[in-house]
Protein backbone atom coordinates (compact mmCIF):
# COMPACT_ATOMS: atom_id res chain seq x y z
CA UNK A 1 0.00 0.00 0.00
CA UNK A 2 1.50 3.35 -1.42
CA UNK A 3 1.83 5.95 1.14
CA UNK A 4 1.62 9.32 0.33
CA UNK A 5 3.45 10.55 -2.60
CA UNK A 6 5.06 13.97 -3.59
CA UNK A 7 7.42 15.25 -6.28
CA UNK A 8 9.50 16.67 -6.66
CA UNK A 9 12.36 15.63 -4.61
CA UNK A 10 14.07 18.93 -4.35
CA UNK A 11 13.62 22.37 -6.45
CA UNK A 12 15.80 24.69 -7.11
CA UNK A 13 13.86 28.08 -8.23
CA UNK A 14 14.94 31.89 -8.21
CA UNK A 15 13.03 34.93 -7.05
CA UNK A 16 9.85 36.13 -8.93
CA UNK A 17 9.48 32.21 -10.40
CA UNK A 18 6.32 30.57 -9.87
CA UNK A 19 6.16 26.53 -8.99
CA UNK A 20 4.15 23.45 -8.79
CA UNK A 21 4.56 20.85 -6.16
CA UNK A 22 2.43 17.99 -6.33
CA UNK A 23 0.94 15.56 -4.00
CA UNK A 24 -0.72 11.74 -4.25
CA UNK A 25 -2.90 10.85 -1.17
CA UNK A 26 -1.95 7.16 0.67
CA UNK A 27 -4.69 5.08 -0.88
CA UNK A 28 -8.41 5.30 0.73
CA UNK A 29 -7.92 8.73 1.35
CA UNK A 30 -9.59 11.67 0.36
CA UNK A 31 -8.57 14.67 1.52
CA UNK A 32 -4.83 16.72 1.45
CA UNK A 33 -3.36 19.10 3.42
CA UNK A 34 -0.39 21.29 2.70
CA UNK A 35 2.32 22.77 5.57
CA UNK A 36 5.64 24.72 5.18
CA UNK A 37 8.39 23.97 7.20
CA UNK A 38 10.98 25.78 7.50
CA UNK A 39 14.47 24.94 8.88
CA UNK A 40 14.12 24.23 12.79
CA UNK A 41 10.96 25.00 12.55
CA UNK A 42 7.28 23.33 13.20
CA UNK A 43 5.43 22.27 9.95
CA UNK A 44 2.32 25.40 9.29
CA UNK A 45 -0.69 24.98 8.05
CA UNK A 46 -0.91 26.67 4.84
CA UNK A 47 -4.40 25.02 3.17
CA UNK A 48 -6.83 21.82 2.95
CA UNK A 49 -8.54 20.63 0.46
CA UNK A 50 -12.32 17.98 0.34
CA UNK A 51 -14.12 17.47 -2.74
CA UNK A 52 -11.91 19.70 -4.90
CA UNK A 53 -12.39 22.47 -2.59
CA UNK A 54 -10.31 24.89 -0.08
CA UNK A 55 -11.80 24.04 3.35
CA UNK A 56 -9.39 25.77 5.54
CA UNK A 57 -7.17 28.47 4.85
CA UNK A 58 -3.47 29.19 7.38
CA UNK A 59 -1.91 32.61 7.45
CA UNK A 60 -0.58 31.94 4.04
CA UNK A 61 -0.76 35.13 1.44
CA UNK A 62 -2.60 34.63 -1.80
CA UNK A 63 0.59 33.82 -3.74
CA UNK A 64 -0.19 30.17 -2.53
CA UNK A 65 -2.56 28.56 -4.05
CA UNK A 66 -3.41 24.98 -4.40
CA UNK A 67 -6.21 22.48 -6.57
CA UNK A 68 -7.27 19.31 -5.49
CA UNK A 69 -8.60 16.35 -9.07
CA UNK A 70 -11.14 13.79 -9.15
CA UNK A 71 -8.58 11.51 -8.09
CA UNK A 72 -7.99 13.01 -4.90
CA UNK A 73 -4.54 14.31 -6.05
CA UNK A 74 -3.86 17.93 -5.79
CA UNK A 75 -1.55 20.55 -6.44
CA UNK A 76 0.62 23.30 -4.32
CA UNK A 77 1.48 26.87 -6.42
CA UNK A 78 3.56 29.23 -5.32
CA UNK A 79 3.50 32.42 -7.42
CA UNK A 80 6.30 35.71 -7.31
CA UNK A 81 8.56 33.41 -5.15
CA UNK A 82 11.06 35.17 -2.17
CA UNK A 83 13.77 33.90 -0.50
CA UNK A 84 12.13 33.06 2.79
CA UNK A 85 9.72 30.72 0.77
CA UNK A 86 12.45 28.29 0.96
CA UNK A 87 11.39 25.21 2.90
CA UNK A 88 10.21 21.93 3.46
CA UNK A 89 6.75 21.60 1.49
CA UNK A 90 5.18 18.82 3.26
CA UNK A 91 1.92 16.99 2.08
CA UNK A 92 -0.74 15.35 4.30
CA UNK A 93 -3.51 13.08 3.54
CA UNK A 94 -6.73 11.98 5.33
CA UNK A 95 -9.84 10.45 5.49
CA UNK A 96 -12.98 12.67 5.96
CA UNK A 97 -15.40 9.92 4.78
CA UNK A 98 -14.35 7.66 7.04
CA UNK A 99 -16.05 9.44 10.15
CA UNK A 100 -14.50 10.15 13.58
CA UNK A 101 -14.03 13.64 15.16
CA UNK A 102 -11.14 15.01 13.17
CA UNK A 103 -8.54 13.65 10.77
CA UNK A 104 -6.16 11.51 11.45
CA UNK A 105 -3.24 13.26 8.99
CA UNK A 106 -0.71 10.99 7.42
CA UNK A 107 2.83 13.05 6.17
CA UNK A 108 4.68 12.57 2.65
CA UNK A 109 8.28 12.90 2.22
CA UNK A 110 8.05 16.37 1.32
CA UNK A 111 9.55 18.55 -1.75
CA UNK A 112 12.37 20.86 -0.46
CA UNK A 113 12.59 24.14 -2.03
CA UNK A 114 15.44 26.27 -2.41
CA UNK A 115 14.35 29.90 -3.42
CA UNK A 116 17.96 31.88 -4.73
CA UNK B 1 3.72 33.95 22.52
CA UNK B 2 3.45 30.71 20.25
CA UNK B 3 0.36 28.55 20.68
CA UNK B 4 2.19 25.34 21.02
CA UNK B 5 5.77 25.55 23.08
CA UNK B 6 8.44 22.87 22.71
CA UNK B 7 12.18 22.52 24.16
CA UNK B 8 14.26 22.35 21.14
CA UNK B 9 16.80 20.30 23.13
CA UNK B 10 19.06 18.92 21.84
CA UNK B 11 18.44 16.16 24.35
CA UNK B 12 20.98 13.33 24.40
CA UNK B 13 20.48 10.45 26.33
CA UNK B 14 22.15 6.92 26.91
CA UNK B 15 20.74 3.66 25.05
CA UNK B 16 18.30 1.94 27.16
CA UNK B 17 17.37 5.18 29.39
CA UNK B 18 13.71 6.77 29.55
CA UNK B 19 13.29 9.82 27.82
CA UNK B 20 10.47 12.68 28.17
CA UNK B 21 9.54 14.96 25.69
CA UNK B 22 7.19 17.76 26.84
CA UNK B 23 4.31 20.74 25.07
CA UNK B 24 2.77 23.26 26.57
CA UNK B 25 -0.32 25.13 24.80
CA UNK B 26 -2.27 27.96 25.30
CA UNK B 27 -5.41 27.20 23.28
CA UNK B 28 -8.22 25.76 25.35
CA UNK B 29 -9.63 24.27 22.29
CA UNK B 30 -7.13 21.77 21.71
CA UNK B 31 -9.03 18.63 21.97
CA UNK B 32 -7.05 16.10 19.89
CA UNK B 33 -3.01 15.55 20.58
CA UNK B 34 -0.65 13.69 18.59
CA UNK B 35 3.25 13.00 18.66
CA UNK B 36 5.47 12.76 15.40
CA UNK B 37 8.62 11.44 14.59
CA UNK B 38 10.59 13.18 11.64
CA UNK B 39 14.26 11.78 10.55
CA UNK B 40 16.41 14.10 8.86
CA UNK B 41 14.84 15.01 5.37
CA UNK B 42 12.39 12.93 5.62
CA UNK B 43 8.42 13.69 6.50
CA UNK B 44 6.99 12.89 10.13
CA UNK B 45 5.68 9.83 11.15
CA UNK B 46 2.62 9.98 12.75
CA UNK B 47 3.72 8.07 16.33
CA UNK B 48 1.09 8.43 19.06
CA UNK B 49 -2.98 9.80 18.71
CA UNK B 50 -4.51 10.61 21.85
CA UNK B 51 -8.02 12.20 22.42
CA UNK B 52 -8.53 14.51 25.61
CA UNK B 53 -7.13 13.90 28.85
CA UNK B 54 -5.66 10.81 29.98
CA UNK B 55 -2.60 8.48 29.00
CA UNK B 56 -2.67 5.71 26.06
CA UNK B 57 0.28 3.31 25.41
CA UNK B 58 1.88 1.61 22.79
CA UNK B 59 4.88 -0.76 22.94
CA UNK B 60 7.60 1.62 24.48
CA UNK B 61 5.60 4.62 24.00
CA UNK B 62 3.21 6.27 26.42
CA UNK B 63 1.70 9.69 25.64
CA UNK B 64 0.07 11.63 28.73
CA UNK B 65 -2.36 14.57 28.49
CA UNK B 66 -3.07 16.71 30.94
CA UNK B 67 -5.81 19.07 29.80
CA UNK B 68 -6.05 20.89 33.30
CA UNK B 69 -2.43 21.72 32.67
CA UNK B 70 -2.37 22.05 28.78
CA UNK B 71 0.17 19.92 29.47
CA UNK B 72 1.46 16.76 27.10
CA UNK B 73 3.99 14.56 26.81
CA UNK B 74 5.74 11.62 25.39
CA UNK B 75 7.85 9.10 27.16
CA UNK B 76 9.78 6.49 25.28
CA UNK B 77 10.96 3.82 27.35
CA UNK B 78 14.58 1.60 27.14
CA UNK B 79 15.41 4.20 23.59
CA UNK B 80 17.60 2.70 21.35
CA UNK B 81 19.75 4.72 18.94
CA UNK B 82 17.24 4.62 16.31
CA UNK B 83 15.13 6.76 18.05
CA UNK B 84 17.52 9.46 16.77
CA UNK B 85 14.96 12.07 15.48
CA UNK B 86 13.02 14.97 16.06
CA UNK B 87 10.00 14.81 17.89
CA UNK B 88 7.12 17.05 16.92
CA UNK B 89 3.61 17.38 18.75
CA UNK B 90 0.91 18.70 17.64
CA UNK B 91 -2.45 19.17 18.63
CA UNK B 92 -5.88 20.09 17.34
CA UNK B 93 -9.65 21.53 18.09
CA UNK B 94 -12.66 18.91 17.16
CA UNK B 95 -13.88 19.51 13.34
CA UNK B 96 -10.77 21.52 12.59
CA UNK B 97 -8.74 20.99 9.38
CA UNK B 98 -4.96 22.28 10.58
CA UNK B 99 -2.32 20.79 13.12
CA UNK B 100 -0.94 23.32 15.34
CA UNK B 101 2.60 22.06 15.78
CA UNK B 102 5.32 22.41 18.28
CA UNK B 103 9.04 23.45 17.15
CA UNK B 104 10.17 19.95 17.60
CA UNK B 105 12.72 18.53 20.11
CA UNK B 106 16.10 16.83 18.61
CA UNK B 107 16.56 13.70 20.50
CA UNK B 108 20.22 12.06 20.34
CA UNK B 109 20.39 8.20 21.80
CA UNK B 110 23.61 7.38 22.44
CA UNK B 111 25.14 3.79 21.86
Known amino acids: DAGVTQSPTHLIKTRGQQVTLRCSPKSGHDTVSWYQQALGQGPQFIFQ???????QRGNFPDRFSGHQFPNYSSELNVNALLLGDSALYLC???????????????FGPGTRLTVL | QKEVEQDPGPLSVPEGAIVSLNCTYSNSAFQYFMWYRQYSRKGPELLMYTYSSGNKEDGRFTAQVDKSSKYISLFIRDSQPSDSATYLCAMIETGRRALTFGSGTRLQVQP
Open chain 1, 92 to 106: ASSSRTSGGHTDTQY
Open chain 1, 49 to 55: YYEEEER
